[in-house]
């Protein structure tokens, strides 16, 4: 199927079709009219402000890889000889319209630590901003923030800052100031599970009493469920059993039992 790549002159088309169409119409058999679509004077007053139509990519930018070898070189990872380039896109008319995948240097950053540290996806984390331009508010100078809670995200715009820093620009990796980000993270990670530790320690010394976590919590109510899961099983499984054997029990009852070996 040809693409079409004219949908935006919908109107005028239209125009040219009913002026042609009329005049048709006056040659043949007069008295004949053709009506004019319910939409055509709607979008005639009011035409689009801006071309939406798709437009083809430039697939000179995957026809190769700037960074695979040339043709006839050996690759050191697999041995083999290079015979031709790797196209990177399809150059398929069905796909010369796939949205490109949009991707950030501190995706890297991000998906290196939630990696090395998957327990902190399980940590709360507060999404809503007062004005939406709370992290203009940020200064990752230093990676503790007054209104920001501790998180992986931290260590992402921490590493970026250090980055273009003076003591991290010339290092072509980004590892150096990742690790320093991260060492920076445990110490003030460790420091706050200490005054917590500190703090309810204190509570519990004045005569504090506290009740079960939201852990606790879930746990108790996900093992009530068990329970009650356990007595309906049990009982389905007695009525279950009470109906297969009955009528069994009844024909074998005339039956002489086995010998017991010896």
Request: glycine residues 4%; hydrophobic residues 35%.
């Given at each position: 199927?040809?693409?079409?790549?004219?949908?935006?002159?919908?109107?005028?088309?239209?125009?040219?079709?009913?002026?042609?169409?009329?005049?048709?119409?006056?040659?043949?058999?007069?008295?004949?009219?053709?009506?004019?679509?319910?939409?055509?004077?709607?979008?005639?007053a009011n035409p689009p402000t801006q071309n939406l139509?798709?437009?083809?990519?430039?697939?000179?930018?995957?026809?190769?890889?700037?960074?695979?070898?040339?043709?006839?070189?050996?690759?050191?990872?697999?041995?083999?000889?290079?015979?031709?380039?790797?196209?990177?896109?399809?150059?398929?008319?069905?796909?010369?319209?796939?949205?490109?995948?949009?991707?950030?240097?501190?995706?890297?950053?991000?998906?290196?630590?939630?990696?090395?540290?998957?327990?902190?996806?399980?940590?709360?984390?507060?999404?809503?901003?007062?004005?939406?331009?709370?992290?203009?508010?940020?200064?990752?100078?230093?990676?503790?923030?007054?209104?920001?809670?501790?998180?992986?995200?931290?260590?992402?715009?921490?590493?970026?800052?250090?980055?273009?820093?003076?003591?991290?620009?010339?290092?072509?990796?980004?590892?150096?100031?990742?690790?320093?980000?991260?060492?920076?993270?445990?110490?003030?990670?460790?420091?706050?599970?200490?005054?917590?530790?500190?703090?309810?320690?204190?509570?519990?010394?004045?005569?504090?009493?506290?009740?079960?976590?939201?852990?606790?919590?879930?746990?108790?109510?996900?093992?009530?469920?068990?329970?009650?899961?356990?007595?309906?099983?049990?009982?389905?499984?007695?009525?279950?059993?009470?109906?297969?054997?009955?009528?069994?029990?009844?024909?074998?009852?005339?039956?002489?039992?086995a010998p017991v070996a010896n």
């Amino acid at each position: 199927m040809k693409l079409q790549t004219d949908a935006i002159q919908v109107a005028q088309r239209t125009a040219h079709l009913l002026r042609a169409g009329q005049k048709t119409i006056r040659r043949g058999s007069p008295g004949g009219s053709i009506s004019e679509p319910a939409w055509f004077k709607v979008v005639a007053a009011n035409p689009p402000t801006q071309n939406l139509q798709q437009k083809l990519r430039n697939l000179d930018v995957f026809q190769s890889s700037p960074k695979s070898p040339p043709v006839g070189e050996k690759k050191r990872s697999t041995g083999l000889y290079v015979t031709r380039y790797k196209q990177k896109f399809s150059t398929r008319a069905q796909h010369m319209y796939r949205i490109r995948d949009v991707k950030y240097f501190e995706d890297k950053i991000r998906n290196a630590f939630y990696e090395q540290h998957p327990w902190e996806l399980a940590r709360p984390k507060v999404v809503i901003e007062n004005d939406g331009n709370d992290a203009a508010k940020f200064d990752w100078s230093t990676i503790s923030q007054e209104n920001k809670r501790l998180d992986g995200e931290s260590v992402v715009q921490r590493t970026l800052f250090l980055l273009k820093s003076a003591e991290f620009k010339g290092n072509e990796s980004w590892t150096d100031a990742y690790d320093q980000a991260r060492l920076e993270f445990y110490r003030l990670r460790m420091r706050e599970e200490a005054e917590l530790e500190v703090a309810a320690e204190e509570a519990t010394m004045f005569g504090s009493v506290f009740g079960p976590s939201y852990l606790e919590h879930g746990i108790n109510a996900e093992q009530k469920v068990i329970d009650e899961w356990i007595v309906q099983a049990t009982e389905a499984t007695k009525a279950k059993k009470a109906q297969l054997s009955g009528p069994v029990s009844f024909e074998n009852d005339n039956e002489p039992e086995a010998p017991v070996a010896n």
